[in-house]
Nanobody, 123 residues
Framework: QVQLVESGGGLVQAGGSLRLSCAAS????????MAWFRQPPGKEREFVAI???????YYTDSVKGRFTISRDNAKSTVYLQMNGLKFEDTAVYYC?????????????????WGQGTQVTVSS
C-alpha cells in the first residue's frame, strides 16, 4: 500500500504561483511513477503531469511552459510548481502513483491517490 498526502494548495491571484507537494509512504518511492491530476468544479478529473521513475516528465498541453513537476526520491516527495496561474487552473489537485502505468492520462492506470488539495485562482 502507498499513502499519499498533498499540501500547498490555497488562494492565489491570476498570474501568481503555488507549489504543491505530495509526500509518499509505504513503498519504495523511486519505483513509483508519480502524477498530478486535477478536478475543476463541476468537471471530471483530468491529467496534469507525470514524473516517470526514469526522470522523464510529460505534461498536458494546457500547462506546458507554466507548470513543472519534479521529484525528490530522498524525501519521497513529488512537487508541482505552478507559475502563471489562470482562473481555469482552479481545481482540486490530486497526487497519484503506481509502479506500472499503462495509459498515462487515464485515472484507471493509478492505484494510489491522495486526498486532494484545493487551488483557487482569482481573476
Amino acid at each position: 500500500q502507498v499513502q499519499l498526502v498533498e499540501s500547498g494548495g490555497g488562494l492565489v491571484q491570476a498570474g501568481g504561483s503555488l507549489r504543491l507537494s505530495c509526500a509518499a509512504s509505504g513503498r519504495t518511492f523511486s519505483r513509483l511513477h508519480m502524477a498530478w491530476f486535477r478536478q475543476p468544479p463541476g468537471k471530471e478529473r483530468e491529467f496534469v503531469a507525470i514524473s516517470w521513475t526514469s526522470g522523464s516528465t510529460y505534461y498536458t498541453d494546457s500547462v506546458k511552459g507554466r507548470f513543472t513537476i519534479s521529484r525528490d526520491n530522498a524525501k519521497s516527495t513529488v512537487y508541482l510548481q505552478m507559475n502563471g496561474l489562470k482562473f481555469e487552473d482552479t481545481a482540486v489537485y490530486y497526487c497519484a502513483a503506481d509502479a506500472v502505468v499503462s495509459i498515462t492520462t487515464s485515472l484507471r492506470s493509478y492505484d494510489y491517490w491522495g486526498q486532494g488539495t484545493q487551488v483557487t485562482v482569482s481573476s
